[in-house]
Structures are given as structure tokens and as C-alpha cells.
């Protein structure tokens, strides 16, 4: 695969031989009163579009999505509880962490403008015709870490920075500010050929520092997200982006082992480059567009 031109040095991006938090246990849920975050309005629609264009640009992997960007509706209103999952959002935690302090077992996979990507092959022991990815990005602009989880979370502007997502749907929640929820989410298929992908899935997001934050995702089975006839079943065994501040700017690891469960070849590879650059795409798209609310 023939790498892109690059001036970064790839060590300044990639912060992970620093990034083994002390413990391996997700900060238990609180009730908390969550901070209301200021995000910036657009005037007009006029100007939505050409933030936009701008950045469709810059980056062709997003010409083919030019959606408004229109925070989604946010379902269910009610919360549940308590948290069902914990069990399989730990082991998901702990499998990114071990990824983490392997950094020498990801080869560079390409370049591009705002990030490095990387691959590692599946273990043996977890069934998978993907290999784990790794993309590594910076934001240069000054925004509070809460502000860059919640806008990693919200469904409408990720049309636009995540090529292969398509849209998702929230089937219940578990906190009262909404950082933990089961998920439902669909990914694009290669009609008329390749089906649609679609998973069942925990979410949790926190805190681990006021420097560190996390968005986790790890797929969980539930009878609320029936099998679908015109979609496969793929199973993630982990998805997190680590948002770390460095000196003047932000850091975001994300670390993605999923299995989409017998994509043709010439697709799988596609779907691995693009699931790599996605951190990238978000990256420059929130420098574009300023933070935006969560679902």
C-alpha cells in the first residue's frame, strides 16, 4: 500500500508506550449532575455547508456523505437502573489495555495528513477475518476533554467523519447523563452484493483523569436487538477511543478488534484502512466544525 507523505513524526502521535493507566478497573458509575457544555451554534445552513465542503475537500473518503449536521433525536427517555453489561465492558477494557502495552506488535499499515494507522493480527484464540486496527490523531484546538467524548458519541456528525458507519440507534441507558447505554448500530454493506453489518452493543464513557477520558464499546447480546434478515451479525470485541491531553493538544487513540463475520477480500480491506482513518476524519473534523453535543 503506497503511504501518503506525512511531515509529523509518527512518535509524537502515537502516546501509548505512556498510556497503561495503574489499574485495570473501569471507575464504577456515580450519579452525577452533568456539565453543561457550551457548543457553538451555526447561523445559517449556508454556513454548515461550506464548513462542510471544506472539509470534504480535504478529505475524499468523506465526499460521498454531505449531511447537514442535525443533532439525532435522542431514545429512550427513560433509564434503567443499573448496568447489565459491567462484566463485558470490563473484559473489553482490560483485552484494549493488554493492545495497548503491545505497541511493538502493531505494523504501520499508512499515513495520511492528520493521522498514522496501524494493524495487528487477530489472536489466534478470538475468531476474526480482520485484524486489529489502531488510528492515532491530534486536535490542535483547545476544547475540554468532555467536549471531545461527547462529540466522539453523537451519531449525526459521525455520518460524517466514519465512512463505514451508517446510523444507530439507542435501546436503553443506564446512567441519568447518558454515558452508559445499549446500543444497537449499523454499519454499510457494498449493496447489491455485501449486506449490511449490524451489532449489538454496551457503551461506556468516563473519565479516567481530567487529562484522560474514554469512549468504550464491546458487543453484548440482548433480547431488546433481534437478528435482522437483511443484515450479518458482526461481533466487536472492543472499540475505544483514548482521548489524552498532551502539552498543547489532544491525543485519541482508537483501538477497534472486530469480526464482520466473512466480508469479501477485496471489501475487508477497504473497511480496514477506513476503520483505521477514522480517528483522523474526526480529528480534523471537529477543528473544522467545533464540538457538538452528545446522543
Not at 452493543?201 to 473519565?207: D, S, T
Not at 487513540?253 to 477485496?266: E, F
Request: hydrophobic content about 35%; aromatic content about 8%.
Amino acid at each position: 500500500m503506497q503511504q501518503s507523505r506525512i511531515h509529523t513524526d509518527r512518535c509524537s502521535l502515537d502516546p501509548t508506550p505512556h498510556s497503561t493507566p495503574t489499574t485495570f478497573s473501569i471507575p464504577s458509575s456515580q450519579p452525577q449532575q452533568p456539565q453543561q457544555q457550551q457548543y457553538p451554534q451555526t447561523s445559517t445552513n449556508t454556513k454548515r455547508k461550506r464548513e462542510i465542503n471544506s472539509l470534504d475537500a480535504s478529505n475524499s473518503s468523506l465526499a460521498a456523505e454531505k449531511r447537514p449536521i442535525i443533532h439525532a433525536p435522542t431514545q429512550p427517555t427513560t433509564t434503567t437502573a443499573s448496568n447489565p453489561y459491567q462484566q463485558q465492558l470490563q473484559r473489553a477494557y482490560e483485552h484494549f489495555q493488554n493492545l495497548v502495552a503491545s505497541p511493538d506488535e502493531f505494523k504501520l499499515l499508512s499515513t495520511a495528513s492528520r493521522s498514522v494507522h496501524y494493524i495487528k493480527p487477530t489472536p489466534q484464540s478470538m475468531t476474526s477475518s480482520m485484524p486489529i486496527t489502531k488510528g492515532v490523531a491530534e486536535i490542535h484546538k483547545d476544547y475540554a476533554l468532555s467536549q471531545i467524548l461527547d462529540s466522539l458519541r453523537n451519531s449525526a456528525i459521525r455520518k460524517q467523519w466514519d465512512p463505514r458507519f451508517e446510523d444507530m440507534r439507542i435501546v436503553d441507558v443506564y446512567s441519568k447523563d447518558r454515558t452508559e447505554a445499549l446500543i444497537h448500530s449499523f454499519q454499510k454493506g457494498q449493496w447489491p452484493l455485501v449486506p449490511g453489518r449490524d451489532f449489538s452493543i454496551a457503551m461506556k464513557v468516563f473519565k479516567e483523569s481530567e487529562l484522560q477520558g474514554v469512549v468504550l464499546f464491546t458487543s453484548v447480546e440482548s433480547d431488546k436487538i433481534a437478528p435482522l434478515k437483511n443484515r450479518v451479525r458482526g461481533f466487536l470485541y472492543c472499540a475505544r477511543f483514548l482521548v489524552q491531553k498532551a502539552a498543547h493538544k489532544w491525543i485519541i487513540t482508537c483501538i477497534t478488534h472486530a469480526d464482520p463475520k466473512g466480508l469479501p477480500l477485496a471489501l475487508l480491506n477497504k473497511v480496514i484502512e477506513e476503520t483505521a482513518m477514522c480517528v483522523g476524519n474526526f480529528a480534523q473534523f471537529i477543528e473544522q466544525t467545533g464540538p457538538v453535543p452528545p446522543d
